[in-house]
């Protein structure tokens, strides 16, 4: 059998649903959401999991969650043409408070993922973005006319989301 790098790492992540894990196993929509963001080591991935499980059904988790849930449900159904964001296009105040918040908290974020500390990262991030971004959303319509500032609003909901699902998980999968 002429199996590939491809074959054996997608065997070794289907594996994952199976494994003997320590009681309480983690669930299945937990394992699909950390298989959901990039990663080629699966010891890592199992770290991940773990580091979840461990905060499930805590208000840490749940507030994460729901960030990564909002940035990502604006964005699903919308189309993204801006990379970066442009802090020139700001109109309301509560757009610069949330890049204000991002920019003071990036580098804190990633730093605990780098550290492999994913459930201090996970709830730094929910700490982060929960409050702000509820006001946003409140206060601030993204979809709007003008597409340069929707863009904008747009750029600045993907740069929170990718900030925890390129690095931990997309915990918009989570049931």
């Given at each position: 059998?002429?199996?590939?790098?491809?074959?054996?790492?997608?065997?070794?992540?289907?594996?994952?649903?199976?494994?003997?894990?320590?009681?309480?196993?983690?669930?299945?929509?937990?394992?699909?959401?950390?298989?959901?963001?990039?990663?080629?080591?699966?010891?890592?991935?199992?770290?991940?999991?773990?580091?979840?499980?461990?905060?499930?059904?805590?208000?840490?988790?749940?507030?994460?969650?729901?960030?990564?849930?909002?940035?990502?449900?604006?964005?699903?159904?919308?189309?993204?043409?801006?990379?970066?964001?442009?802090?020139?296009?700001?109109?309301?105040?509560?757009?610069?408070?949330?890049?204000?918040?991002y920019q003071?908290?990036?580098?804190?974020?990633?730093?605990?993922?780098?550290?492999?500390?994913?459930?201090?990262?996970?709830?730094?991030?929910?700490e982060t973005?929960?409050?702000?971004?509820?006001?946003?959303?409140?206060?601030?319509?993204?979809?709007?006319?003008?597409?340069?500032?929707?863009?904008?609003?747009?750029?600045?909901?993907?740069?929170?989301?990718?900030?925890?699902?390129?690095?931990?998980?997309?915990?918009?999968?989570?049931?």
């Amino acid at each position: 059998v002429g199996w590939g790098m491809p074959q054996v790492v997608a065997i070794l992540a289907e594996r994952l649903y199976t494994f003997g894990w320590p009681a309480p196993a983690p669930s299945r929509d937990l394992i699909d959401a950390v298989l959901s963001s990039p990663w080629e080591d699966l010891v890592n991935v199992m770290d991940r999991i773990l580091a979840l499980r461990q905060m499930d059904g805590k208000p840490t988790l749940l507030r994460a969650a729901k960030v990564v849930e909002r940035t990502h449900n604006i964005l699903k159904s919308a189309t993204l043409k801006q990379g970066d964001v442009d802090p020139g296009r700001f109109q309301e105040p509560l757009e610069r408070q949330l890049w204000d918040r991002y920019q003071q908290n990036r580098e804190r974020v990633l730093h605990l993922i780098r550290s492999r500390s994913y459930a201090e990262a996970t709830a730094c991030y929910g700490e982060t973005f929960f409050d702000p971004l509820h006001a946003f959303f409140e206060r601030v319509m993204v979809n709007v006319n003008e597409e340069a500032v929707q863009q904008n609003r747009l750029a600045l909901m993907k740069a929170i989301n990718v900030l925890y699902t390129e690095h931990i998980a997309d915990l918009s999968k989570l049931v």
